[in-house]
């Protein structure tokens, strides 16, 4: 069954749009990933029961271990998301860039080809 042009051009939108689509599933789902843990350990309970109100300023180095946060992993861990996303981008552009390279190629190729046969009607 041949498609026409028109046929075609809704498909390649359709194409598109899905891709847009799925672009924002993905990123709502990742957001979620990250957010659910940071909320439920926020709303749980410190073992032990409630701890007992502070009247004055603690420095950390007095605070207990537990009560302390640990910066470095998560630093590391930020460090290696932002990394990660950044070489997700690029090897995007990557693809896209040899995408466009191929499609120029078949383009001045077809436009040899037509002057090759403007020249030979002459």
Sequence with gaps: MAETGSEVNVMLLLRREWGSVVRVVVGVLVVL???VP???QATQPPPGGAPPA????VPVKDLPHQEQLPGGPL???AYGFVWAVLLVYLWT???RLGKVEREMR????RLKGQQRRIEGRM
């Design 33 to 35: 990933a990250l957010a």
């Design 93 to 95: 552009i990557w693809r």
């Design 106 to 109: 078949a383009l001045s190729e």
């Design 75 to 77: 630093v590391l861990a």
């Design 38 to 40: 940071v909320a439920t």
């Design 54 to 57: 502070q009247e004055e300023f």
